[in-house]
């Protein structure tokens, strides 16, 4: 078991200049700029991890590798994750890769409901995803969320209205960036047309909207003692 330590302290922590913290996650992008370049990094990566019993997520494609730390035993980030992710950076320096950590997104769907658990087994059956307990909230039959069990689409989660809404927009995005890009996404997003419904809670979330109403949140780790998005 390995103690949790915060997103600040991994930030805080010297090497980790490839690294930023998504939601409860490290993640990095490495520019390999070919296949054969990004499988030589997976087996480097792919070594380190079994040295430390310490496995990341790890996605090959044909120009770029995407890793994601964390510790399920601890429900987030712990010391495991700094070192392995230290040696994960001087393996790609090793190889001429550079990152690219302010590529690294996490992509969520919010879906409003009245009833959660009824509306959830909608989402369920449709998409056939893992349903979880959200991380950090109490056990409950409300607080639970639906993942790609294989780790490529976007996690669905189903936050609590207080009345009926019977306008169209019940759905909306949750769009997790590095905290040191965020506020340039938000300000693109307005020079594209988009507005601000509230900044209430940033950094933690700015919540958007475009031309015709459609919202989506653009997130950061920083401030999430704060209330989740509503819209």
Known sequence: MSDAISPQQFHDADGLEDWRVLLRRAHSVFRTGSFAVGVALVDAIGRLADAANHHPDVDLRYSCVVVRLSSHDVGGLSERDVALARGISRAAAALGVTADPAATLELEIAVDAMSRPAVRAFWHAVLAYDEVPIPGVAESAEA?????????????????MDVPRTERNRIHVDVTVPHDVARARVDAALAAGGRLVSAEHAPAFWVLADAEGNEACVSTWQGRE???PTT
């Open 226 to 228: 704060a209330p989740e």
């Open 144 to 160: 639970r969320e639906l993942n790609d069990p294989l780790g490529h689409g976007p996690a669905f989660w189903f936050q609590q």
